[in-house]
């Protein structure tokens, strides 16, 4: 049984999967690129080790030089986190080919489930509803997919057959704008997960987004751990989680068949640990098989706040060989948890890429608040991988008080160096339709603006004209102060650096 | 005692700071207390009580933005001492091509001591406004020719109001 | 009914009321004195009002100026928190007569129960056991005292009879030592309290201070939210409580005694709102009441935290004239809850108090921990107040969980520009003693010395000789940089001032 | 190429830093990367692999203090370029009464260039003290008169033993 983990991944999940190992008396070994020598999952391992440059096809998707890492310092296990080598069947096949434990499922299992693909063909078999679309193995040429296109039927998605998380996806409308597409979609796909196989779906309109979280362990026992509610996304990116859905909320009924049906499709591919069963919902609450992720998800905390149970320290528990530590009918709900994604991206600019230097950073704290992270005061947030740089997971006794104590928590959060999409957040939280629960997976794209959420907010635009005065008088005075009195003046030191960084 | 006028979208502010704890905003003195946080572009502000946060810090095409209570407040703020928009105004911000002169705020035209054909350098004074009794002159971002004057002393103009374009 | 709260108090408990009253949608107003215009509860306040000079005596401990704030600003409710004015009947009685709601007691209650000598007539009036002492009302002179003394027999204690947190506490072994202990008590117990009357207990020893959390409404209803094991102190100060208590654990029958006895107390004197009766619990499990807390605790989160209810807003929903939101019967506590008190102080120097700028602090984050805290990286550190300045509160499935949570969030924790109680706390989760949940309120003074706590542990020498001497190499190529390069080089300004830091 | 003395509690160590990424230990190399976080005095430690955090800052008495793992470590180094004890050498500590001269390092008296009686001044060389191939002078922290001087050239001594006395 293994007792140092090697986690094979950067960022909040990276520091999320050694918090668990901690708590559990196992050692843990990071790995970095050359731009994350300064990362927290560096300071927080018990050893960290450089695996190669900033680009992820050089370091973090390098297989090999992660495995001799692994072989060199002994340790016996390694837990992939999400995207990068999460599902890569390769990958897990060469762990268990090194004996190495990969800590999430059988090789088969990704394979059959990381490839789109297959994974629609293996549920159907076993009489899951999916969402229509091509039907035959990956590896589809362009002219295959045009031509399998008119088929399905425009609208229709591109994705990634070894993807997830909208990377490698594009949205059809018409055949003519579709070869543009697959190529733009292959080659995300290729930088994101180092495969450029996509396939296609038609696309469910005005539908939900409900996954269901599974855990099984080698004995067989398969349970879910009840639903997330992520239709809240902007361009196929989730960005606000809840659990449980408001749209499931109480029929319990609804629920429990919406979780057979995932547990099925994970014992279909004797799906072994954490992994997510993804369905398309409609209005009549008729649900499609979507995908399954192979692999722990960026909003399980929302679960855990729900659910009480650990999953990652339960992914750990099971990848040692040990029994599930709860049976289905000890898994309830209890209260209400919401994750908002926090990215370092301009919301007043088209959700722009935001990089720099953190120069301040101030977390929401105090009851029902969890805030999972990589990045501190002082941490540079390069351009080279995801914008996500926190988690910001609230829960409550009801989904009002989550709703309310996510409003205060928002409020809290200063990060500054970076433009993130807290005002984003801040906005989809106080919109009608998001307190009636009522929204699809178009909800941001198509009902929401960010300036007409601000219309109806209460503004303080006087305070505004004072701030702003105050700091350009400020100003002023300073750069008069500074001519006056010169560069050989010590004292002006410290206000001058201050200075610099507040024009970073 | 310094004076500014401070534009948040399409509302104007004169704001006049009359010592470290007192502003006066259009006509109404405010008791006021601002302080930085932890040497950050953060700014605790107290006005007449009421606390408020401010993240404030350079705009795209100058200016301040203003972050407060999960709104963005884009804010352009004229010094009245050197009776010139600061880098900040709106006028600094076209560079290239046809550089159209619009009122920075509503106002009175008092003088446009150009007239159309004139070459000008970067600075050099296109026109002076008259607003909430300060004359401000708004000066040419760069070197260039003068052409379509729209205004003369006298008229009242609106904010953004097209003044005349230098080429 | 109020939507308007001042809240009479400073530090984390004025920040963890405001971020109660923000998620119920109640307007706040904080106070504050000129030492703390930068702090915490100021930003997060809707308004704030400078009330006075630094020393609590002229701006937290003014009645007069706060009640004034309060009509100023049309706040129709105080909420005192904790120390301060929390416990002051003539406080309490000044709210109602201004008909300002006091979110707390009525002022009888406090009168009876914030008097010590008087709760201990009015509990031993109930049928409840106490602790012999000075039976007698206040007022006591010290000759009183002196004579009263040798009836109760040494070793004995010197309470304050307006006070708590052992603040004005003294323990007195002989006659001879006790008039000067008495002064002492007396000063510190005016200064904490403005109220310099103290009374006499005998000193049970081997005991355990065990402590239950009290709810009722304006019907009466009368709850108890279970206890919190209050054991680990150092001369009278808590400084680790867990929930529930290790030497109550399963003996569910012996929580359900104590807790009916303490609500017992609590009727005796009609009590309202958030309460907390304190009992010594000796090897036999007998229990001795030994004083009620007439406001909210410190350690009220890990109470939270295990039975899932807000207390304080439970606190103002109560206040607010409605019912409890829960009876008797629903309050389960589930899982274990672990708050360790952070406090300015120097272990290994005596705990002597550390002022100064906070240079940079990084919380512990992730699942199950809960920071509560009124500082932040660049908040002031003054000597005026208190030295707690903040709370980590872990939750576990189990105590075993929460020990381990613990210790990696204490770990996590990084506090740079004063000096901190952490390293205490981490010796402290490695006791042997602790671990077994076996201590009484004597084991920090007896049976604990960091030092030799720190010989136990697995240490790394070696690790530090590089550490240092790398940093001692940095400094000199630093300072041989200075004189080489000259003040006027402006690159120098940043690491310069970044120096100036490391200095502090 | 740097070579230091560095004392952790009884311990101590010859620390020579070879080049920016490796240190020898007592004659153990290892491979090191050292980055201070967000430029405090908080460091993360790479050795050998091995992650630290240390929060190093200065001793009450000299010295340095060094935080980890939730241990406080009292180190004090000896630059051997300068050939002399830093500040937060032992004998740097004692200011008054009689100044009793320890050895700060175990190690080979190599001269002891002082008589008993004489007077020597702050600053001045009392014995030059080999140990592990450095050579360090020890030097009176003040003004007085040699007494009492217990090992002469060729002695070798332990750490903390007395060499000799300056009242």
Redesign the interface.
Known sequence: MFDKVLIANRGEIA??II??C????IRTV?VFSEAD??ALH????????LIGPAPSRDSYLRMDKIIDVAKK?KARAIHPGYGFLAERRDFAQACEDEGITFIGPRASAIAAMGDKAIARATVVAAGIPIVPGTEDVGNLSDEALLKAAPKIGFPLLIKATAGGGGKGMREVRSLDEMANLISAARSEAQSAFGDGNVYLEKLVEGARHIEFQIMADMDGNTVHLGERECSLQRRHQKLLEEAPSPFIDDDEDFRQRMGAVAVKAAKAVNYLNAGTIEFLVDKDKNFYFLEMNTRLQVEH?IT?EVT?F?IVTEQLRVARGRQLSFKQEQVKM??WAIECRINAEDP??NFLPSTGLI??L??P?????????GV????QISPYYDSMISKLIVRG?SRA?AI??M??A???Y?I?GVKTN??FH??IV?QARFLAGNYDTRFVEERFSLEHA?EG?Q???????????????QQ?ERSAHIIARG??D?SN??????W????R | MAKYIATIGEKVYAVEIIDAHHVNVNGHIYEVDFQSISGQPVFSLLVDGGSYQAHVYPGEEGGLQVLMRGSLYAASVVDEREKRLSAAGSAGAVQTGEFVLRAPMPGLVVKVPVNEGDAVKKGSVLAILESMKMQNELNSPRDGKVTRIQVKAGDSVEQRQTLLSVE
């Open positions: 520091v999320r918090r668990a901690r708590e559990l008396g990071a020598r300064s560096i300071r927080l391992a018990d050893e960290a080790y310092c905390p855990e009480g650990d209890q209260g007043y600019n120069s301040h101030s977390s704290k105090g009851p029902g608040v969890r805030v999972d992270t501190y005061a002082g941490f006794e008080q309310l104590r409003r205060r928002l409020e809290e200063r500054v807290i005002p801040q906005s106080e601000e907010k503004t303080f635009p006087e305070i505004a004209a004072i701030a702003a005065t105050l700091v350009a008088h002023a560069k050989r010590t030191w410290k206000w001058v650096s201050r610099e960084r507040m024009h």
